[in-house]
Every structure is written in structure tokens, then in C-alpha cells.
């Protein structure tokens, strides 16, 4: 196969060193391909003779290229209402006991880790609308370490192929038709998206939000993380939740062997783990 540069092996283990370091993502020998396919477009629009050079870039701490480099070894697949048994044991079970558990506060913080292009937190969002009152106080956090998806959730204006799944009565509720340069698009409404606030945030880093998680999302993040950085993020994770907080994960993810934090109560749901 003829490839425009050379990924020599010690560049590799320095770029996989370099994910691991800054973002806890840990790449096997067998992302070796992807990780040059995606580099080599940059290589060539920086006009750079090969990837030592990109090496030194990164090395010198040009914050631009490493927010680049984050957002290009990331991988983003998401849908709607994806895993949808979730959605449906959120509105039966996890909200009617959160609503009796905070009767006197009538407050709900939801955090939606890893929300990619933002299908995740509005299917929550949608979730919510259906089951809570509007007079109680929701709101839904939504983080990812990629920027550019972060900026696609914000704008909450998608393809229509990717709501043509979805229940219409709910895309007639939720979303209104685009015009103009947005024609051939669902467009989010306000009033669900102002519920939901969307940050870049990197999970080996500092958390910046103040106050406890009733709900926490993290669903198709950790198979990225080698177990001892999942074992030190599910019990940060646990750190940050209320004594009956929920953590929904992916489904081919599991806690078992990695934090002592949480009980598994239902198809890859967990609830956290209440010490004496």
C-alpha cells in the first residue's frame, strides 16, 4: 500500500504515550492504521515532512495542534435514543424514584459524560420532559473531550437522516424544520435545549462543576481506557454522585473488577454503593 509518510515505530509509541498522558485513552498496536489515517490529512494541510516533525509540534505545546490531535483520535458514533432499554428504565424506574426520593428540593442534575454530537443528552432531555413536571428544576450537564462535537450539540441542528428513527411524535414536538442554510435539517427547539449545557471537558482533568449528580451517563467511553483508569474514573465518578445516584454505562461495559463503588441493578445500570 503506498502511504505518503512513514509512522516509525518510536513515533507511534510516543503519539500513543502522548493520547494516554493527556486524555486516558489507551491505543493498541491495532490502531496503528486508524491513528495514521487520520494524521496524515493534517501532516499534509501543515505541510510537514513527516510525523517526527508533528512529534516536536506537539512536544512544543501548541495548544491548537493538541486540541486537534485530541479531537481526531476520538471516535464519535452516536444516535438517538441509542440503547434505547436505558431510556426506558430512566422514565419508569430512575425518575419516579428520584422525584419521590427529592419531593422537598424538587431538583434533578443529570451529567451526560462522553455526549458526542449531543444525541445522548437531548434523548435524555426528552426523557425527562415526558416524565418530570416542568416546575421542577432539571437540568442535564453535557461534556465530551472533543470540541467539535461539543459545538455540534450546542448547535443542535442535525442531518435527517439521523432523526428519521426517532418516534415522530416526538420529532414534531422536539424539533422544528430548517431553512435557509439549516433547510434539509432538524433543529433542536429552545425550550429542550435549554435544559441541557454543553462543555468540553477532559475527564483526566480537572472537573469544574460544583455540587452532587443525581444521574450520571458514561455509556461506550471506558472500552477506550485501559482498567486502571477506569477504576480511577468510576470512583471519581462515585465521588461526585448523591448516595442514591444512578450511573448508566455501555453495553458491552461492565464494573465488575474495577470499582467496589457501585451495584449492578439493571441492564448495565448501576447504583451507587451506600457505606455505613
Not at 207 to 222: A, Q
Amino acid at each position: 500500500m503506498h502511504t505518503d509518510f512513514e509512522l516509525a515505530d518510536g513515533e507511534y509509541e510516543f503519539l500513543r504515550t502522548f493520547v494516554y498522558d493527556h486524555s486516558g485513552i489507551s491505543l493498541g498496536e491495532e490502531k496503528r492504521q486508524l491513528l495514521y489515517s487520520r494524521l496524515s490529512k493534517r501532516l499534509r494541510k501543515l505541510s510537514l515532512s513527516g510525523f517526527k516533525e508533528y512529534c516536536q509540534l506537539l512536544k512544543a505545546g501548541d495548544k491548537d495542534e493538541v486540541l486537534y490531535f485530541t479531537n481526531a483520535i476520538t471516535t464519535n458514533l452516536t444516535s438517538f435514543f441509542r440503547e434505547s432499554h436505558h431510556f426506558d428504565y430512566l422514565a419508569n424506574t430512575v425518575l419516579p424514584d428520584l422525584m419521590k426520593l427529592k419531593s422537598d428540593s424538587r431538583k434533578i442534575r443529570i451529567w451526560s459524560a462522553g455526549c458526542s454530537t449531543g444525541e445522548e443528552p437531548y434523548s435524555i432531555a426528552m426523557t425527562v420532559k415526558k416524565v418530570v413536571p416542568a416546575s421542577w428544576d432539571v437540568k442535564i450537564l453535557a461534556t465530551d473531550l472533543d470540541s467539535n462535537v461539543v459545538a455540534t450539540g450546542h448547535a443542535g441542528v442535525y442531518d435527517l437522516e439521523r432523526v428519521e428513527g426517532m418516534d415522530k411524535a416526538l420529532l414534531k414536538k422536539w424539533f422544528k424544520k430548517g431553512s435557509g442554510v439549516n433547510k434539509g435539517k432538524a433543529i433542536v427547539n429552545e425550550e429542550l435545549k435549554s435544559i441541557v449545557s454543553f462543555r468540553q471537558l477532559n475527564l483526566m482533568k480537572d472537573w469544574p462543576m460544583k455540587g452532587l449528580m443525581d444521574i450520571i451517563f458514561c455509556r461506550n467511553v471506558v472500552i477506550y481506557f485501559d482498567r486502571p483508569t477506569q477504576s480511577v474514573l468510576f470512583n471519581l465518578y462515585a465521588k461526585v454522585m448523591h448516595p442514591d445516584g444512578r450511573l448508566f454505562v455501555g453495553h458491552s461495559e461492565s464494573l465488575l473488577k474495577v470499582t467496589d463503588q457501585f451495584d449492578l441493578i439493571g441492564n448495565t445500570v448501576y447504583k451507587k454503593r451506600v457505606t455505613v
